[in-house]
């Protein structure tokens, strides 16, 4: 006996809600797979195990992320509103990549190693050579750089407090010292070059940096200057290193004295 074919068969009976749900499902996933994509290609170059399956991870990671409550979109409506929270994300997906990629990086680094520039490992303020500005300099006591070239005001107070501490025995100002650190915002490396470098009696050296109003890019250069300074003292061979920020002209003489060992 042949089969019976049935010739109207049962209709699968799709909402407009349904569609509606279901394309906000593809909306979302494009993003989460173009973020994931971002940071698969800063990743890429380093990691060494199967890259099928760290772009799978990414997207997963990716996906959580997105669906959490750790996004805060401001205003609130904003967020509240599926459409518009959409749109925000879109709108700013290399801070979504940025954020995941550290926090990759950084929480899962077992251990820090220097990389040295294979054709200046290691450079010296005694390689100065003359150069010409036009910005305003000031002559210096404690740093064999005789001129020091200031970007602001608030850099001059910064020397003024160098040559006057009692603990500091060297400084430089980082200019033209070639003293640069990589780092990574909105997906592309990109050079910091810290203001001040300063060796105290102790023979702890400070990197320190002048800043007036703080960023999402500050905050990012100084995670990676939080990582320099890790490594090359994981290193050893440079002696020990830290770094500080003054966001106050009024707070050098204190940051001077934490970073001596002098403060009690």
Same mark, same amino acid.
């Not at 991870?57 to 959490?68: D, K, N, P, V």
């Not at 003359?130 to 005789?146: A, V």
């Not at 400070?206 to 250069?221: A, F, M, S, W």
């Given at each position: 006996?042949?089969?019976?074919?049935?010739?109207?068969?049962?209709?699968?009976?799709?909402?407009?809600?349904?569609?509606?749900?279901?394309?906000?499902?593809?909306?979302?996933?494009?993003?989460?797979?173009?973020?994931?994509?971002?940071?698969?290609?800063?990743?890429?170059?380093?990691?060494?195990?199967?890259?099928?399956?760290?772009?799978?991870?990414? +997207?997963?990671?990716?996906?959580?992320?997105?669906?959490?409550?750790? #996004?805060? +979109?401001?205003?609130?409506?904003?967020?509240?509103?599926?459409?518009?929270?959409?749109?925000?994300?879109?709108?700013?997906?290399?801070?979504?990549?940025?954020?995941?990629?550290?926090? +990759?990086?950084?929480?899962?680094?077992?251990?820090?190693?220097?990389?040295?520039?294979?054709?200046?490992?290691?450079?010296?303020?005694?390689?100065?050579?003359?150069?010409?500005?036009?910005?305003?300099?000031?002559?210096?006591?404690?740093?064999?750089?005789?001129?020091?070239?200031?970007?602001?005001?608030?850099?001059?107070?910064?020397?003024?407090?160098?040559?006057?501490?009692?603990?500091?025995?060297?400084?430089?100002?980082?200019?033209?010292?070639?003293?640069?650190?990589?780092?990574?915002?909105?997906?592309?490396?990109?050079?910091?070059?810290?203001?001040?470098? #300063?060796?105290?009696?102790?023979?702890?050296?400070?990197?320190?940096?002048?800043?007036?109003?703080?960023?999402?890019?500050?905050?990012?250069?100084?995670?990676?200057?939080?990582?320099?300074?890790?490594? +090359?003292?994981?290193?050893?061979?440079?002696?020990?290193?830290?770094?500080?920020?003054?966001?106050?002209?009024?707070?050098?003489?204190?940051?001077?004295?934490?970073?001596?060992?002098?403060?009690?």
């Amino acid at each position: 006996m042949a089969p019976v074919i049935d010739s109207k068969p049962d209709v699968t009976r799709i909402s407009e809600i349904d569609l509606l749900e279901l394309a906000r499902k593809f909306r979302m996933q494009m993003i989460a797979f173009e973020v994931a994509r971002d940071v698969y290609d800063n990743m890429n170059p380093t990691w060494k195990g199967n890259k099928e399956y760290l772009l799978a991870q990414l +997207i997963a990671l990716t996906e959580r992320f997105i669906a959490s409550d750790r #996004i805060r +979109i401001t205003p609130v409506l904003f967020a509240e509103d599926d459409l518009r929270r959409r749109l925000v994300l879109t709108l700013n997906m290399s801070k979504l990549v940025q954020h995941l990629w550290e926090a +990759i990086r950084f929480e899962n680094a077992s251990r820090l190693v220097p990389i040295f520039d294979t054709e200046r490992p290691i450079r010296s303020t005694a390689d100065m050579r003359t150069w010409y500005t036009s910005k305003p300099t000031g002559p210096t006591q404690k740093s064999h750089i005789n001129q020091c070239v200031y970007d602001s005001t608030w850099e001059e107070k910064a020397a003024f407090e160098l040559d006057r501490d009692p603990h500091v025995v060297a400084w430089a100002k980082n200019d033209h010292l070639g003293f640069e650190i990589l780092y990574v915002h909105q997906g592309k490396v990109k050079k910091y070059i810290p203001d001040f470098l #300063i060796r105290f009696a102790s023979g702890t050296m400070l990197v320190l940096e002048i800043k007036g109003q703080d960023t999402q890019q500050n905050r990012t250069k100084r995670g990676f200057l939080d990582e320099w300074t890790k490594s +090359i003292n994981t290193h050893g061979g440079f002696g020990h290193w830290s770094w500080d920020v003054s966001f106050d002209p009024a707070d050098i003489p204190d940051i001077l004295s934490r970073a001596s060992g002098s403060s009690s």
